[in-house]
């Protein structure tokens, strides 16, 4: 089962701190690494290096992904040293002692292209190698390794034998069986023979994969085996001199799998095996939106941490740069509000409802308003415009009571508001839809139409008039 991010239980972790072992992610940790200095994102927290474990932790069970390992040996890397594989097959036949060369460089090719197949896919890379990554003159070395691996094995089994008797040989022999394909994965990924022939190392590595090793085994026997019953098949139908070609393409491709099979169990245990990752990246973000988003992140980090103060500079710094915001500004409002802090609400507050009003968010001051009604009472607002802008937002919302506050006797507060028709039109809507108060309606309206005979709410004023005219003419 995937690890979830420590903040975000419904989204997958892509980053692991091992300082204050949490995972985060995407969200928490914004944009791609290309974003952070040096390409390096760090916890916010404790501010260690960050490890990204994205691709592993969305790994399926190596048990899940059988179709997964032969699709993977028909793309084109794979198929491409298969098929220079059978070519050199072909040719062998007539190249007299050059033959002998040509074999030992085809397995030294093949070697290398299955190692970089693990490497690749127990980082997390699932698209297959290309030839020419394998071409990196490090396929001579490989071979030897291998030929060493080879030589110290059949020079174990040579001292049991003299020392211990056949017995003790057949059991050694188990045992190389069992252990070979950790022998391959730990020289892929140490490129190391000294590691790969180090029992105690492989038993280790054994021991970190768990029981789905000894699945990896029987796969991986399995599937090595294919090509030998697939050529009596084809014997009696095929000339002969396509026989060894297509030995040569099915031995290349059938290991290509198990090489797939043993790189992606070496993904499913990733951390374990302390396996670079290739990081799992999300999209390159331009530096403002990546500001405003490291922000926000970094602010709910600490919020959640109960960090109150490092939360409340965090988002400050950027809102410095980017004071028009909603995201941020709602985010430093309500961080006000879990902190409790009545004084930078009473000061601060009117300003922030106010340039959500301006920033044409009123229903986002209105369920601010709300909140701040609920947790400190209701703030003061010295602006009769953003008062009655509040107030139609609360309406809409049908929250009448405080709509019906912040309005009411606003001529008699500021007898000079240039919009006391639309404010008290809007009471008269308040009073009808909220208190079914359709006497104090008609009131109103009456007080606006002889107050502003000029103004642009007449028709609407007439419409509600008339409204109320017919529920009043209908019986009870």
Known sequence: MADACHYHSSADAVWHCMGCSK???????????????????????????????????????????????????????????????????????????????????????????????IEKLASGDLQAPTFGDAQDGRSAAVFARVIGMILVAGGGGA?????????????????????????????????SLRAAVNPLKLLHFTLIIG??????????????????????IVAGTLPVWMLLPLLAFATSYFSIVTSAMMG????????????????????????????????????NIFLREGRYEEARKTLVTVLRQQPNDIALNERYYRLLLATDDKKALRELGPHLLERFVTLNQPHKAAELYMATLQSQGA????????????????????????????????????????????????????????????????????????????SAVLGEVKQLEAILAAESAQPA
């Open 23 to 117: 995972e985060y992610c995407g969200d928490c940790i914004p944009g791609s690494v290309d974003n952070y200095y040096q390409s390096t994102p760090k916890c916010v927290l404790c501010n260690n290096r960050l490890e990204n474990v994205g691709a592993s932790n969305k790994a399926k069970p190596f048990w899940q992904m059988a179709p997964f390992y032969f699709r993977y040996a028909i793309t084109s890397g794979p198929l491409t040293v298969s098929a220079i594989c059978a070519v050199a097959a072909l040719a062998i036949s007539g190249l007299g002692w050059l033959s002998v060369l040509v074999l030992v460089a085809m397995l030294a090719v093949v070697i290398r292209y299955n190692l970089l197949v």
């Open 379 to 454: 703030p003061a607002i010295d602006k009769s415009l953003l008062r009655h802008q509040i107030a139609e937002a609360l309406y809409r919302q049908r929250h009448f009571k405080p709509a019906l506050a912040l309005v009411n006797n606003l001529h008699k507060e500021d007898p000079h508001y240039t919009r006391l028709d639309s404010a008290y039109l809007l009471l008269a809507k308040i009073y009808m839809d909220g208190f079914n108060r359709t006497d104090n309606s008609r009131k109103l309206l009456a007080f606006v139409r002889g107050k502003f005979p000029k």
């Open 264 to 299: 992606y169990i070496c993904l499913t245990r990733q951390k374990k095996l302390g396996v670079t990752s290739q990081v799992d990246d999300q999209d390159y973000l331009e530096e403002r939106e990546f500001d405003r988003r490291k922000g926000l992140a970094d602010a």
């Open 211 to 232: 029981w789905p090793y000894w699945l990896l085994w029987l796969s991986t026997s399995a599937v090595s085996a294919a090509p030998g019953f697939l050529l009596p």
């Open 159 to 191: 001292l049991v034998m003299n020392t211990f008797g056949a017995g003790a040989t057949q059991a050694y022999s188990i045992a190389l069986s069992l252990l070979g394909p950790a022998a391959m994965i730990v020289l892929a990924l140490q490129h």
